[in-house]
Structure formats: structure tokens, C-alpha cells
């Protein structure tokens, strides 16, 4: 059955189809002519209360009932009265209200992480709705405090009209190694699927080049060479730029709330989960604010009004609303190196689901991550075991990040035995490159080997290689001579198993897959790589990123005799330059041959 007020407050009825039966006429007559239907009215009461009962008029003839339907409206004009049209809050209003609670939160619990340069908490709302806000503070003037953006892919043919290569804010965080990220701009075509090339919607740049042009009203946050920030509306700067993010419109200038009226009374403008960033007069300070909504009784989410009001409470002096909805995502390293998404995004329709984006943003920051044992919210619980062989990688190296454990000159920091038999002894002075990272991966095997859940853990693996297989994965793990001609190793194999190493190796015991592009490696991978003078390393993959001056660095935890620096730097601020264990950086193309990157992504489940 359709409905439609066609004037004066009286409906029409029609039982087959919904009409206007003036700008709908042919369908109309075509529709009660064959079908037969009944017409039916009612008019709502008039000044005087009286009520037009409801009329249905069956027949025949649609042209009679259509004649009669006219008449009768015509009849009953006199008496009916147009409805009263409710009026709309104006901006002013939607702010009045919101700054009586946005700034008073029934609960607001402090999340210990990365302090003094970050101060992140949880603000949860009762009244007026189910609301939880995540609030992060960074001061940018730490020593430490770097940004991350996405970076323009390289593609050509058709797709040499698109700018990036889409991803989650997860997967962006474990191949860029920051501890800190948050979804960033709009994008089209809307739900890509993973890697698949996409458009930024406005302006958008990195490390000073500029790869998507501005567009409409939209804002955009810039990020200087020196780390200070601004929020500007068009028109853009699009000169000399280093960072930019787009957003859409500003939520403040100059302090003052700029959401429009038409904004406001949009569906965009209503309740949603929201990203959005602030900064002060200086762009010294940076603020995230990320909501979570669309889920009934935990979290509603904001109007663009509260969400401008929001920053303003904060003491923010400009304010730039980023992509919401499905993609508001916020990311944050642990202490023990693994990461959580602290939100509960939508990313497809369903609580806890991630969505593909077009672009973030992430900070690399000094200090000690989120307590793993921390839920947000709740009471905090027992230690979760590694779940996946990445993950147990990545606490392994992350127990003993920034000199924790120093073993001078590395080398195998001890005795690798396999059904019995010692293959591999303790050699601190030799083995200097690949020690440390063969020991890292067996543990992190061991970890989950024993980890008591049958449904993760991979106890079929090796379970059916004899010591002598094993012992030719370790030396095949080195590049060693015996191992070249090694027949335990695939011929395949072992024709460049001296340029490759581990990552052959790690790939023949079925624990892994190649990444033929470096710059898809996430954190806990295990990498071979070749510097240009010709000496390699064996390393687990940390994270990429750029220098000050735009040349790219490939970050990695290792044994190392000469490190620049462990980062994240330790608190205080003073770089920590350990021989031994620990995370480290070189350039890629200055220093590291970018042809001769050699990872493996480790797999969850054995392939073997």
C-alpha cells in the first residue's frame, strides 16, 4: 500500500501503487484501470474539529473514483488547515545546548600511554545518549614526536588515474611502525577492497609532494617541515606544502564554531561516529577526537555542532572534521610492541569490523605504549598468549626494545637444540647479522608451540622434520657454504639462497609467504636486505617512514654493534645508543639497496 499528502494535510491511499495522481497521471490511470483498486481519504480536523471520514471508493471505473477523489478534496479545502510545520534548531541553539554536557562526561578514565608527549582518555556519556569519545592530546613540541601520512602509490594504465592504494588504519600502523594512528580523509570509490587504488577527496600531499588537487569547501590539515600544524578553509595553500590531510568543512576558526545551518540538518551533520582533529593558536598542540556510534545503548555518536563544541571545551583554537562513519578507526601501540584499536569501529556495518581507507594519519611517539593488561572500561584481565606467529615475534623483540637486553657485537645469544641434538651453538662474536633474528623466531615458535590452545597454536610445525632437516634451516638461515649445497634444501632454493637467507628458508618450512614489495612489509615481518656497499643484514621489519628532508627510512629490530638510536626514543628524550638488541634505522636507496629487499610475511596458520 503507498501513502501520499498531496496538499492541505489529506492523504491519499491508493492500494496498488504510490502516486501523486497529477504527476504520476499515466501510471495512475494505467494502474486503476487494470487492477482494479480502491481509493481511500481522510482529512485531519479542521478549526471546527470535525473529521472527513475515511472514504474508500471501489468500482470500475478509476476515472470516476479519480473525479470523485478531486471533488471531495475540493469539498473539505475550506475546512482543513495546512499542518503545523515544526521549526528547526538553528546552529546557535544546537551549541547552547551542547556546551551544557559535552564538557561534563558521566566517566572519564585516564589511559596510561606514551606520557608526558601524549595524554589519551576516555570520556563516557550517559546523558543525553550512550556516547563513548576517545581524547588524545599531543604536545608536538617533545622530542620524538614525528607524523606519518600515506604516501602516493606508483601505478600506471588504468589506474594511473587513481592516488593511493587503500588500507586499514591497522595495517597502516604495522607497516609504518608509529604508535599512534586514526583514519584521515573521504575517498571514492567507497568500500574498496584491500589495496585496491583509490581517490583522496582534496587536497592532499606527502613529505612536499602533492598528489590530489582541492576541492569544493573543504578543509585540510597542514603539517610543517618543523612538526607545527595548521587547519586552514579555502581557499588552499598548495605551495611549498609538506603535509597535507584533507578533511571537509572547518568545525573551528579562530575559536569560534563554523558548522553551517544546512550542514547541521543533514543526515551528515546528525548522529555519527566521527574522526576529527584540533589544534591551538600555535600549532604546537595537536587534539584527536574520535566517537564511536551507530551502536544502540553504547555509543550514539555526534552532531557536527557537539563535535565543534567539543574541541571548543578543549580550548582548541581551530578544529577540521576528517572522515567518519564506518572509518573512524583510532590505532595505538601497546607496551609490548602488538597494537589495539582502542575504538569500536563500523567499519562494515557491525561492531568491532574495520573499514578500507584511503588514507591516515600516524605519530610516531616517545615512551611507553598502552598496558596490554588495560580494558578500557572494564576490569583489567590476565595477559592474552600471542595469538599468531607475528604477534609473538613482535613481543619477543619488543621485551628487550631500547637496550633492554645488550649482548655486545649480537650473534646467537644461545644454544639452539632440536629433537635432542644442539644444531646450532652460542656464538656471540660470530654470526653477527642473522643470530638474533633466527633466536627470535624460534622462541616466538616455542611461545606459541606451548601456548596450550590447539585451535591457534601451531603444533604441527617441524613435527616432521628430523634434526637434520632443522639443522639446514639454520645454516640455510646464514647463507652458510655447506648450506648451498645442502640436498635437505630445495635446488630452487639453494641456487640464491645466499641473497635471500631467512626469507627462503622461512618460506620452505611453510611458516610464511614472499612480499614482493617492501613497502607492504608490517611490523613483526622478517627481512633479508643488502646494503649498497655490499654487507646484508637479517632483521625484524619495525616500521618506514621519512626523514625531515623526505628520504625514506626503513626502521628494524636486530642485533646491532653500532646503532644510531633505539626509538621509539625512551622518556626524556635522550637517544639510547645500546650495542646488542634493539630497534634501529637506515636509509633505503642511500644506504640499503631498495632491489635487494628480501621479506617474508609470517603466516598464521602453517601452509605446510
Known sequence: MGINRIGRGISVWHSSVWHNPVWHSSVWRSSVWHSRPRLCLRAP?????????????????????????????????????PAPVASRPTVEDGVARAMEWVGRPQREEHIDAFAPAADVRLR????????????????????????????????????????????TTLDFALQHGVQLAINASAFRPFRPRMGMPID?????????????????????????????????????DTENVWHVLPGFRMLLDDGRVVVTQQEARTSFGDLNPRTAV??????????????????????????????????????????????????????????????????????????????????????????????????TGQEAGPPEPPRTLRDAVIRYASSHRGGGYSLEGGGVPEDVTYDGRTVLRANPSGTYCCGVTLSTFLHAYRTLRFAGDPTT?????????????????????????????????????????????????VVWAGLGEPVRDYRLLRRGDLVQFWRKSG?????????????????????????????????????????????GFGVNWEYIGDEIDPTRIYGVSLADQPSR
Not at 471520514?53 to 470500475?60: M, V
Not at 546523558?127 to 592530546?137: D, G, K, S, T, Y
Not at 551507530?294 to 577540521?320: K, N, Y
Request: some cysteine.
Open 278 to 375: 584540533g589544534a591551538d593558536r600555535d600549532g604546537r598542540t595537536l587534539w584527536i577526537v574520535v566517537a564511536d556510534g551507530r551502536q544502540p545503548a553504547i555509543s550514539l555518536g555526534l552532531t557536527l555542532v557537539e563535535l565543534a563544541c567539543l574541541f571548543r571545551t578543549l580550548d582548541a583554537w581551530d578544529a577540521l572534521n576528517l572522515d567518519g562513519g564506518g572509518s573512524s578507526t583510532l590505532v595505538l601501540e601497546r607496551a609490548d610492541g602488538a597494537y589495539a584499536v582502542v575504538n569500536t569501529p563500523v567499519g562494515q556495518k557491525q561492531p568491532g569490523t574495520l573499514r578500507q581507507v584511503a588514507n591516515n594519519l600516524g605519530l610516531y611517539l616517545p615512551g611507553i605504549g598502552l598496558n596490554p593488561l588495560t580494558k
Open 535 to 579: 654487507s646484508g643484514h637479517s632483521v625484524v621489519f619495525w616500521g618506514r617512514d621519512r626523514d625531515e628532508d623526505g628520504r625514506e627510512r626503513l626502521w628494524y629490530w636486530s642485533s646491532q654493534k653500532r646503532p644510531r638510536h633505539a626509538y621509539p626514543l625512551q622518556p626524556g628524550g635522550e637517544p639510547v645508543k645500546t650495542p
Open 45 to 81: 480536523p479542521g478549526p471546527s474539529g470535525w473529521i472527513l471520514p475515511l472514504t474508500c471508493i471501489p468500482g470500475p471505473s478509476g476515472r470516476a473514483a479519480l473525479l470523485l477523489a478531486c471533488a471531495l478534496l475540493q469539498a473539505t479545502g475550506a475546512q482543513s488547515q
Open 124 to 167: 563516557i556519556y550517559a546523558q543525553p545518549r550512550p556516547l563513548r569519545v576517545w581524547i588524545a592530546r599531543i604536545d608536538l613540541a617533545q622530542p620524538g614526536v614525528r607524523f606519518c601520512v600515506t604516501e602516493p602509490a606508483e601505478l600506471h594504465g588504468d589506474d594511473a588515474k587513481f592516488e593511493t592504494l587503500s588500507a
Open 200 to 236: 583522496v577527496a582534496g587536497l592532499a600531499a606527502a613529505a612536499g609532494r602533492k598528489y590530489s588537487d582541492a576541492e569544493g569547501h573543504n578543509g585540510a590539515l597542514y603539517i610543517g617541515r618543523d612538526g607545527r600544524i595548521a587547519m586552514k578553509a579555502p581557499p588552499l
Open 457 to 505: 597454536a601451531p603444533v604441527r610445525w617441524f613435527q616432521d622434520w628430523d634434526a637434520e632437516q632443522f639443522t639446514a634451516l639454520c645454516r640455510g638461515w646464514y647463507g652458510t657454504e655447506d648450506a648451498v649445497h645442502n640436498e635437505q634444501i630445495p635446488a630452487e632454493l639453494r641456487t640464491d639462497i645466499r641473497e635471500r637467507q631467512l626469507a627462503s628458508m
